[in-house]
């Protein structure tokens, strides 16, 4: 079992940047990719960007590509999303997840355990 738990979300002007931070129990962490979705008001759950159990391979959606850097730190446990240029389409809650079995996947159906969100707002 993997407990995850978001933090760092927040209001932000359009242009603007923030990092939003996961962090997982249990000692396989490092053992899994990881990654990051988000859902706004009304639309479905959409994948942002993953990233291997090691951190060596990491894949981005287009909408986000050259803006958003997702990252880990396996001895904290910890994965990050930093994000740049951020416009009010952005706006969502931004959901971790583990997966346990693949790497580089983008469906939400093939990832284990999920976080609670954190909220980003982006005003225009």
């Known amino acids: 079992q993997v407990q995850l738990v978001e933090s760092g979300g927040g209001l932000v002007q359009a242009g603007g940047s923030l990092t939003i931070s996961c962090a997982a129990s249990?000692?396989?962490?490092?053992?899994?990719?990881m990654g990051w979705f988000r859902q706004a008001p009304g639309k479905e759950r959409e994948f942002v960007a993953t990233i291997s159990w090691n951190g060596g391979m990491t894949y981005y959606a287009d909408s986000v590509k050259g803006r958003f850097t997702i990252s880990r730190d396996n001895a904290k446990n910890t994965v990050f999303l930093q994000m740049n240029s951020l416009k009010p389409e952005d706006t969502a809650a931004y959901y971790c997840?583990?997966?346990?079995?693949?790497?580089?996947?983008?469906?939400?159906?093939?990832?284990?355990?999920w976080g609670q969100g954190t909220q980003v707002t982006v005003s225009s």
């Open positions: 249990g000692r396989t962490f490092g053992s899994y990719a």
């Open positions: 997840a583990v997966n346990r079995r693949y790497s580089g996947s983008s469906d939400f159906t093939t990832y284990d355990y």
